[in-house]
């Protein structure tokens, strides 16, 4: 059993490639007078699942938002997939039909059926004709195990259905990087699991992932590198074996018993 | 009755619900609503009666005004007067009915302004039609294309270039609209499809097949243009258009232009380019600081100083413009408020997914905002409809213009309660439709998506 588990993580990490698709040198950001962002250095491989923890207010949020511009960040460069990430429109609309983004507030579209949240994207950013936008749709959420639910509204799902129709919505755009916002703190503890095993099934499929969680079976399971963040740093990282077991700063070892403790 | 629980064959004991009961006596049906709510203690016993008695003094006041001393057949208000003692003249409003529905429209040409109703009536009734296609292109056009037809039916007269081309482009517009939506019942196909098929285009790609259609469309304007080309109708100055018929021109265009106007306002003041935001501002603010009154008299007096000599710009067209910008003030601060209620994630989301500004705006944001803005947007184009009766100050003789008329008419001199009263009728019956409307749109548009 305990080979087994190796030998399925060796054979996920071996999917990691050489190839370099996020790219954060010395980034900073300040919302107002407060320094969020510490020069952020950040390299991620296509394929590499990353788990982002730390406390409330550290700065997760920010950083995984500055990835796909939903924050501007006004030092250091950002690359991504090979383009610059400045004030050039173009290359944030490159950008962000390349990254999809998952929310802890699900963040659905509620005046629009569950299909037609997952088709609005690829008919008009990519401008797919409805029938081929509906047939990618119907295959993300029969991905999801929810193709039976396609006609309803969002209003009309519980939260772990709604938050699979919105990872399954930034699918359809055929995303090379997918970041995730917490995704499952606003779930009930039974909605948890089945959001966590879709995406885990992603992360079988070689997605490079950026995932702020709390969630450390997930992170144990399929993350290449935890990243503990702190007062807008990266305080530590390692893999997810060594950062649990053998943390090497004291910061980081009282943060793990804290969420241990519960 | 036992109260042995029964049990089935493993030993379980079997729940069985209890048989409801009928409820006590008195809490419902007619006694009991009416115990409960009107008789229910002696506060609430005396309001119901000192209401019912003001509804009864009220009603038989009314009565009495309308019915028991109303006169229907008279020559003059002399004859009411003499006829039942200061008898209620509901002939004076018979005789001048006509005025206060159309102005001094000439009768003989009346016909028009009902033949344009009644277009309007057609052009927009397929969007309540649920087999009819291209809804949007419907009502867009009846927006766009409509108002120059009816234009040119109110005011006749020789055409000038411009309305040489567009009229026809209406005609075959309203035409095609009418073939449409009875193929689209009767056969339920569109008449875009019929055309396609006919000029066997079908298994073409989509470019092509728009060749037959743009074809088709230049025939039709082709020969409706070279049909008409003599025809005329006579020529009717705005000075003699009047009553509801002007009220309802003047709002009409005051309310299909306030909702895109006052989208584009609301958008500009939220915009990120200081320019854009504070000429947004600036506009939204003075208009909606300045009572309409007076932006009216400035409309009429101060525009035409601004013009060039000859050109001449009539009263009713200021007015027009005047209502337009007042309208579009007042719809983009709704506007604003629906906005704003759209909580930032649907924002980020839709930008998350790479949609452009006027993509958000216009697929997530709008949609949901007006939805919400219903009641808001309904509400102000009833505000709009009564506040036009300001404009029989500048000297248009919209409906309270025409009813104020009637007094001046030597025969009917003095008669001022009856005309009075109804265009209160008239204006109750168009806003409570309206608003019922709103009410209903409401609760259809929000089954789709409770929260
Ligand atoms: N728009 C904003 N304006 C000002 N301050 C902000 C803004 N957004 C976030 N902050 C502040 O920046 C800090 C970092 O926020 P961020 O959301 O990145 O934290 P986080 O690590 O994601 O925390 P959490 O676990 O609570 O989600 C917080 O102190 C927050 O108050
Ligand atoms: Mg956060």
Redesign the interface.
């Given at each position: 059993m305990a080979i087994d588990t190796i030998t399925e993580q060796e054979q996920l990490k071996s999917a990691v490639s050489d190839e370099v698709v996020v790219t954060m040198v010395s980034v900073n950001k300040w919302f107002g007078d407060f320094h969020v962002l510490k020069d952020i250095d950040l390299t991620v491989h296509k394929g590499e699942r990353v788990v982002i923890c730390g406390p409330s207010g550290s700065g997760k949020s920010t950083l995984i938002r500055c990835i796909n511009r939903l924050e501007e960040h006004q030092r250091g460069d950002i690359v991504i997939n090979g383009v610059v990430l400045d004030n050039n429109l173009k290359n944030i609309d490159t950008i962000r039909r390349d990254v999809g983004m998952v929310f802890q507030s699900f963040n659905l579209f509620p005046h629009l059926s569950v299909l037609e949240n997952c088709t609005l994207a690829p008919i008009w950013v990519r401008n797919m004709s409805k029938r081929e936008a509906e047939e990618v749709a119907m295959e993300y959420l029969t991905r999801v195990k929810i193709p039976e639910q396609a006609a309803k509204y969002p209003g009309q799902l519980s939260g772990g259905q709604q938050q699979r129709v919105a990872i399954a919505r930034s699918l359809c755009m055929n995303p090379q990087i997918m970041l995730f916002d917490e995704p499952t703190s606003a779930l009930d503890p039974e909605m948890i699991s089945e959001v966590l095993d879709v995406m885990v099934e992603l992360a079988d499929t070689g997605m490079t992932m950026l995932c702020v969680t709390h969630e450390m079976g997930f992170a144990k399971r399929v993350a290449d590198r935890v990243i503990f963040m702190d007062f807008g740093e990266i305080v530590e990282q390692n893999t997810p074996n060594e950062f649990f077991d053998n943390p090497q700063l004291d910061r980081t070892k009282l943060f793990l018993s804290q969420i241990l403790a519960h | 009755m036992s109260d042995v629980p029964t049990r089935d064959a493993d030993g379980m004991i079997i729940f069985r619900p209890k048989p409801s009961q009928p409820p006590p006596p008195n809490t419902t049906g007619v006694i009991g609503w009416l115990r409960f709510n009107l008789f229910n203690g002696i506060f609430s016993t005396l309001a119901t009666l000192i209401g019912l008695a003001a509804l009864v003094y009220v009603f038989l006041a009314f009565y009495d005004w309308a019915i028991v001393k109303g006169v229907w057949e008279a020559q003059n208000r002399q004859e009411c007067r003499l006829g039942k003692e200061w008898g209620t003249c509901w002939a004076g409003v018979e005789f001048w009915f006509s005025g206060f529905i159309y102005g001094r429209y000439p009768a003989p040409e009346i016909w028009r302004i009902n033949l344009a109703a009644l277009i309007l009536v057609l052009w927009m009734a397929p969007l309540w039609i649920p087999r009819v296609t291209a809804k949007s292109v419907i009502g867009l056009s009846a927006v766009l294309v409509f108002p120059f037809l009816a234009g040119y039916m109110f005011l006749g007269g020789e055409r000038n270039l411009f309305m040489v081309a567009v009229v026809p482009v209406a005609m075959v517009w309203f035409a095609a609209t009418m073939v449409h939506v009875l193929l689209c019942v009767l056969t339920g196909h569109g008449l875009g499809r019929w055309i396609i098929h006919l000029t066997g285009f079908s298994n073409r790609s989509d470019r092509a097949a728009r060749y037959p259609l743009m074809a088709a469309a230049a025939v039709a304007w082709l020969l409706v243009l070279f049909a008409i080309r003599d025809w005329t109708l006579v020529e009717v100055g705005t000075n003699r258009w009047g009553g509801l018929f002007l009220t309802t021109v003047i709002s009409g265009i005051g309310i299909a232009s306030a909702l895109p106007s006052g989208i584009v306002l609301a958008l500009g003041r939220r915009s990120k380019m200081p320019i854009i935001r504070i000429l947004c501002i600036g506009f939204i603010e003075l208009f909606r600081s300045v009572p309409l009154i007076t932006i009216l008299f400035m409309a009429t007096t101060m525009f035409p100083l601004f013009l060039p000599e000859g050109l001449v710009f009539n009263k009713l067209a200021s007015a027009i413009v005047a209502v337009c910008l007042f309208a579009a003030a007042y719809m983009a601060e709704t506007v604003r408020g629906g906005l704003q209620a759209i909580?930032k994630?649907?924002y980020?989301?839709?930008?998350?997914?790479?949609?452009?500004y006027w993509?958000v705006m216009g697929?997530?944001v709008l949609?949901?905002a007006l939805?919400l803005m219903i009641p808001n947007i309904v509400g102000n184009f009833i505000g709009l409809f009564k506040d036009t009766t300001l404009v029989s100050i500048i000297g248009l003789y919209d409906l309270l213009g025409m009813v104020k008329a009637v007094s001046h008419d030597p025969q009917w001199i003095g008669l001022h309660h009856e005309p009075l009263f109804t265009a209160a009728l008239i204006f109750f019956l168009a806003c409570f439709a309206m608003s019922k409307y709103s009410q209903y749109l409401e609760r259809k548009l929000g089954a789709?998506?409770?929260?």
């Open positions: - | 909580p994630g649907q980020e989301a839709a930008e998350a997914v790479g949609l452009g993509k697929l997530i949609p949901q939805k789709g998506d409770r929260r």
